[in-house]
């Protein structure tokens, strides 16, 4: 009988940099400045400013032309190279036989550089953009601002967009919608467009909300920028995808029983034990050898019956004092560790918290182990000493970082601080969860369908994590596959979905995933 030592965790310990660099670059999300870093790279490399602009505007048209019919469209253009990409795409749809106008913001004169040199390339009229520029459009592109937006919409670009988001004209957005900031999806008056489309790679604000919202469909335009531009460029964000983290996933061979796979422990509560169930038949669903349950019978012994008559494979195991869940941690064959669903906010459920952060075992604190911390989140912090994966959602993060972290800072950036505060893994959830390492690696996930927002969905989250530590997968890595997992489960149910249905799914998911595991590195 062996447990997951040491020195397996660590072979299994890969970062983002790994033998699929290539795949796993399709995912880097960039900011604005290493987009134009991107630009004045690939202009060095020898293709024009003038044909990357070309490219983008012919990427945006023929997305246009693609999805809808011909039909009237106004352009709305900006000062700056967005709106040079604007006067390219109403070339092209015009050339295509579009009736299409254009409307400017600023005097013609302003316009500079290549998007002058576009412009130039533009046979029809030009309006002054006012809201009557609307009138009789069927189709608006809004190619006012992107990457360069540098403060709040005001005046008529923002009296025209909210204008055009009233009439509920189909908008499209030439990179990002105009308003949005590039680098925090923060909006700063932009309005929710049907489709985005933008260049060489996503920004973060295509991501995280409220930019995913407004946002609408994305395509990611290939414009010709050459991929050696990573060799200057070193992203480290990412959206979440299977090549960041499959070569880490753990794996089955012939060597495997069920103690090498290792042992995982979920903190069952009373009265609230549907939650621990969850997370507890997760945690085996997705690969943990054994799965057992600590069950509280301090109060009574209804709940060991609860959870075994409940349970099949999973072991429930009585804890009525402190010695004994002492006892059970001090077993070196139990991997991982889980507390908090159904687990009750208090000062019972803090000194088993930490106990198991003691025992040094891969941890995940969810739900309740979180918020019995409210008061004293610096004992929690400190208390973290080796694998620790927490999983708030936003209520359960402000109760623990709201005096910490501002507030007002994008998801991002709070996430990223929180994992470097609390020196742990921080999955903070949401439609578009970050996952955020203390050393500032991060993930944003966005393949988690509005289903997932059902009662115990979390809980089956946090198992999902727990199974994948338990098996010795580094722990920012187990984190991003729990998370995309997890997403995938509900996409594989379909509607209808509630969170017990979840765990079954992940035989399917799963099988996927070695498949592409055995692929060889792209
Ligand atoms: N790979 C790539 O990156 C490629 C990028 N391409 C395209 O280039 C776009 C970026 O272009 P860009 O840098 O010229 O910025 P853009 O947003 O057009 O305008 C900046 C101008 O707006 C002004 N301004 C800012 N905020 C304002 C406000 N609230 N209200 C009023 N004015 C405001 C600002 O003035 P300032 O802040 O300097 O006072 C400046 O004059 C990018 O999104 C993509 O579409 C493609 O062509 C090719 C490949
Ligand atoms: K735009």
Known sequence: MTSISTPQRDALKCDLHSSRRDEQLLHALL???????????????????????????????????????????????????????????????AEANWPVRVALLVPLEKIQGCASYHAARWNGPIDTLTTATLEGAELIVDALFGAGLSRSLEGVAAQVLTAASAKNTPIIAVDVPSG??????????????????????????????????LCGDLIVANIDTPSSVFD???PDCYENHPSLWVNALPILNVDSHKYNRGHALVWGGWPMTGAARMAALSAARVGAGLTSVAVDTSQNDIALSVYAITLTSIMAKPVTTQQDLDTILSDKRITGLLIGPGAGVGSDTKLRVLSMLKSGQATVLDADALSSFQQDPESLFQAINGPCVLTPHEDEFSRLFADLVPTSD?????????????RAIVIL???????????GRAIINANAPSTLATAGSG????????????????????????????????????????????????????????????QPDT
């Open 410 to 422: 994008n998801k991002l950036a709070r996430a990223r601080a929180a994992a470097k505060i609390s």
């Open 232 to 234: 200057c460029i070193s």
């Open 459 to 518: 809980d089956v989250l946090a198992g999902i994590t727990l199974g994948l530590l338990t098996q010795g997968m580094e722990p920012f890595l187990a984190s991003a596959a729990a998370v995309w997992l997890h997403g995938a489960a509900a996409t594989h149910f379909g509607l209808g979905l509630i969170a017990e249905d979840l765990p079954d799914q992940l035989p399917a998911v799963l099988k996927q995933l070695v498949q592409l595991k055995k």
């Open 31 to 93: 900011t604005t400045n290493q987009m134009a870093e991107a630009d004045r790279l690939t202009i060095d490399y020898g293709i024009t400013a003038e044909t990357l602009m070309e490219n983008a505007g012919r990427a945006v048209a023929t997305a246009i032309m693609n999805r809808w019919n011909i039909c009237p469209v106004v352009v709305l253009c900006g000062p700056g190279n967005n709106g040079g990409d604007g006067f390219v795409v109403a070339r092209l749809l």
């Open 429 to 439: 959830k949401g439609n578009d969860t970050v996952i955020a390492a203390p050393d």
């Open 180 to 213: 949005l900031m590039g680098d925090t999806g923060e909006n700063m008056g932009a309005v929710p467009c049907v489709l985005t489309v933008m260049f060489f790679r996503k920004k973060i604000a295509h991501l995280l909300q409220p930019g995913k919202r």
